[in-house]
């Protein structure tokens, strides 16, 4: 008798989809955000936003999960790009498991603060 091979669906395509889709919402907002923060409104040339104003931003559900979603896709774009360089550059590819979990387990430790950052700050 031959032996049957099992089938495991992989997590790769979901892991691609998310490192993707991080990668095009960190390109699209992280430019503007530095400018913002880092030039226009220490210079002067717009008035930041005061506390009150970011408190009555995050009292919307919908901004809540924008800020969370940013901070979550960015955060699955840097794991992934650093699981494949420190797996690959690095030639650990016996530990892939262990670098996986750790990178991905990471991003998804820091989403969640950052999930209790968002509902506790109300």
Not at 46 to 55: G, K, N, Q, R, T
Not at 99 to 118: D, E, K, N
Request: glycine share 10%.
């Amino acid at each position: 008798m031959a032996a049957v091979k099992e089938d495991r669906a992989s997590p790769e395509p979901f892991l691609w989809l998310a490192f993707s889709a991080g990668g095009v919402v960190t390109a699209l907002t992280v430019p503007a955000v530095l400018f913002l923060f880092g030039i226009a409104f220490p210079l002067g040339w717009l008035d930041p936003p005061s506390y009150a104003d970011i408190f009555t931003l995050l009292r919307n559900p919908l901004a809540r999960l924008v800020v969370v979603g940013l901070a979550g896709l960015g955060l699955m774009h840097a794991a992934h790009r650093l699981r494949h360089t420190v797996r690959d550059g690095l030639q650990l590819q016996r530990h892939g498991t262990a670098i996986a979990a750790t990178c991905y387990g990471t991003a998804a430790l820091i989403t969640g603060y950052a999930v209790y950052l968002v509902v506790s700050a109300l």
